[in-house]
């Protein structure tokens, strides 16, 4: 049997996340939380809407999220997030002890594996899906932004 909902499905989901805050002018990254295959949470960047430099996609994801379940932990959901999370978003995953991570491209310059940054120890981590994608909305967004 097909799952239809697999982690191309939702990460598609977490994209549409991310041209919403590429309209918006911000940075384009978007998140979406799911549990038992339903998204509970989402978000995109808000930092400039927002004037918030903590307004990052996984942080307004996990907190709509804990306030859908009412619990500040995370074990049986997974994020998806179309750029490899930051040292903040990475630490607040480890104190949501949420089960998985699925990120699209990775951040060589402020992503948290080249901070040696840890999750938290169950968590599971899968990075590169749909990479293109992401990096084809994060070109777009810096070119428009040279111009």
């Known amino acids: 049997m097909?799952?239809?909902?697999?982690?191309?499905y939702f990460m598609k989901k977490a994209l549409q996340e991310a041209e919403l805050a590429l309209q918006k002018g911000e940075v384009p990254i978007g998140a979406v939380i799911v549990c038992n295959d339903q998204i509970i949470a989402k978000g995109h960047n808000q930092v400039e809407t927002l004037n918030d430099p903590t307004?990052?996609?996984?942080?307004?994801?996990?907190?709509?999220?804990?306030?859908?379940?009412?619990?500040?932990?995370?074990p049986d959901c997974t994020l998806y997030v179309t750029l490899e999370p930051c040292q903040m978003c990475a630490g607040a995953a480890f104190w949501t002890q949420i089960g998985r991570i699925v990120y699209a491209a990775e951040d060589e310059k402020r992503?948290?594996?080249h901070w040696n940054c840890k999750v938290h120890p169950k968590t599971k981590?899968?990075?590169g899906i749909m990479a293109e994608q992401s990096k084809e909305l994060m070109n777009r967004f810096f070119k428009k932004l040279r111009k």
């Open 55 to 74: 307004a990052h996609a996984e942080m307004l994801a996990f907190t709509a999220a804990t306030n859908y379940l009412g619990a500040k932990y995370l």
């Open 111 to 113: 992503g948290y594996k």
């Open 2 to 8: 097909i799952n239809p909902f697999d982690d191309t």
């Open 125 to 127: 981590v899968t990075g």
